[in-house]
């Protein structure tokens, strides 16, 4: 089976990532740098995660300027252009995003629209198992699986958690940290 033929029900891949914002291209690009062989999976149309606009769905607002100099926030690999304010608009962030993933070939590694809705070990490997969410498209919700041998979980903190059901959290008396 071609392992990126994006219509199978089954893929197999080195490592999923779970999301496209800052930290999922960043982790994505070292791993490939590794020579793993990465999925980015991604809810929305759209890499950079809360630093693309969106009108109806999480993220920043239209007026919403980074709180740190663009000398602390900059990828380590790939400075920030210098025309671009020291306090860079969300515009600004949002184009610097899409320049890293496009310099380093990340955006070719993302599903979009993908809503993951299951994560389970088997074994030794990972299955994860979503559906293609973007209305209209061809593969609507069509539920697909990757099955790899590492999952990083890259939604950030902003967005909002799913809890995984584990046998006996009922009763555990300790504190969760997902």
Known sequence: MDSNHCAATMIEKDVVVIGAGISGLVTAKCLKDDGFD????????????????????????????????????????????????????????????????????????????????????????????????????????QEVTYVSQFVAISTGHHAKPTWPKIKGQESFPGRWYF
């Open 38 to 141: 990465v999925v980015m999976l991604e809810r929305s149309g759209d890499i950079g995660g809360l630093w693309t606009y969106r009108e109806d769905d999480y993220g920043v607002m239209k007026f919403t300027h980074i709180n740190v100099s663009k000398y602390n926030y900059a990828f380590s690999d790939f400075p920030f252009p210098d025309d671009v304010p020291d306090f860079p608009h969300n515009k600004d962030m949002c184009k610097y995003i899409h320049d890293y993933a496009e310099h380093f070939k990340l955006s070719k590694l993302v599903q979009y629209h993908f809503m993951v809705t299951s994560i389970e070990q088997i074994g030794e490997k990972w299955r994860v198992t979503g559906k293609q969410s973007k209305p209209g498209s061809q593969g609507e919700g």
